[in-house]
């Protein structure tokens, strides 16, 4: 990108935030025009960056558009502080966040911090609930009924010397996962066994002789194996994909969530009770230690779930009695951005 056409180049992230530390990357957005006859032909470029995307412009027409729909990062970037400015055009200062600033907000900060929540939610319920990368079948969630309870299929099968393939099974009428257990001792009758194969995803019935006496009944326990099944490609699914280095760091503080994800959560969440309770936004943070503290794993997992909660119970009552606009005003900042533009193709 040529510096001549750049409109807005800002240091943003951490750095803008007051949140670096020693080890923190150095994030660059900014703003920027196309040349008259890329803008008003046929080669519009709306944003670009590089590969990693730690450095970001956003065309103009494009900026604005993620202003009015109350895009955090991009409010974030228009309410950059003073010293993270590396070169800012005057007409960027017809730009202004209360221009933008609305309940939207709402849903943009806070529906995206919550929806971080959830993800932590789930993180910590891996963490603290690995699941075996051997992969259970069907079998394990059978039960043979015994007396006034039940013990495991597999239990059953080795305390009698019985083996699954000789198992033939009826279904039991006006029942769910009951059914009637018969056993081929001279494998004579071709039962189908209680199994095919150990990817089977339901028990096998099979064709019974009606003089044949049943030696157990059986329940399968479909929803828990389907269930079980969920987690089990949700939970290495995600082991092929977590961060190794991110991972390892949690692991080392001992922590059941993504302690860097949630320092940044809390701090959205922050920036969206700022907003309604003062109807500006200074991303430039006033509990430096207490966020850093949270990225270090110093707080628990239910600690910072705490803190979660009641910001957004705070947010809830700001934003009731706000006196912001439901939404941006459309027609005064797509005004402001033809004046930009008007000034910059003049």
């Excluded at 051997?134 to 309870?149: A, P, T």
């Excluded at 009637?180 to 019974?208: H, T």
Aim: aromatic share 10%; charged share 25%; glycine share 4%.
């Amino acid at each position: 990108m040529k510096n001549n056409f750049i409109l807005l180049e800002s240091i943003s992230g951490s750095r803008s935030f007051g949140l670096a530390t020693e080890n923190s990357d150095t994030d660059i957005r900014g703003v920027y025009y196309l040349p008259k006859e890329d803008f008003f032909g046929l080669h519009y470029i709306p944003q670009i960056s590089n590969e990693t995307n730690d450095i970001t412009y956003y065309e103009i027409g494009r900026f604005v558009e993620l202003l009015q729909k109350n895009n955090p990062n991009i409010l974030e970037v228009l309410a950059s502080p003073e010293d993270c400015i590396q070169h800012k055009n005057p007409l960027m200062d017809l730009l202004k966040p209360e221009d933008f600033l609305s309940k939207l907000c709402k849903d943009t900060f806070a529906g995206y911090a919550i929806s971080q929540i959830k993800k932590a939610k789930g993180l910590n319920k891996k963490i603290l609930n690995p699941v075996d990368k051997e992969r259970k079948s069907i079998l394990d969630f059978c039960y043979v009924l015994q007396n006034q309870g039940s013990i495991p299929l597999k239990k059953w099968l080795l305390e009698n010397g019985k083996v699954q393939e000789q198992c033939g099974l009826v279904s039991i009428d006006n029942t769910k996962g009951m059914f009637a257990l018969f056993y081929d001792e001279l494998r004579d009758l071709n039962y189908k066994g209680i199994i095919q194969n150990e990817e089977a995803n339901q028990v096998s019935v099979s064709s019974v002789p009606k003089e044949e006496k049943s030696v157990a009944y059986l329940f399968s326990n479909l929803d828990a194996y389907s269930t079980y099944c969920k987690d089990y490609r949700e939970y290495w699914k995600w082991v092929s994909e977590r961060n190794e280095d991110r991972y390892n760091v949690n692991k080392t503080h001992g922590q059941n969530y993504d302690s860097k994800n949630m320092m940044h959560t809390i701090r959205l969440l922050q920036s969206c009770e700022q907003i309604f309770k003062t109807g500006s936004l200074n991303i430039r943070v006033e509990n430096r230690n207490e966020l850093l503290d949270i990225k270090a794993g110093n707080w628990s997992y239910d600690a910072v779930m705490q803190k979660a909660e009641d910001l957004i119970q705070s947010i809830e009552h700001y934003h009731s009695i706000s006196s912001l606009p439901d939404v941006p005003d459309l027609e005064k900042t797509t005004k402001i951005l033809i004046e930009i533009r008007e000034n910059l193709y003049r």
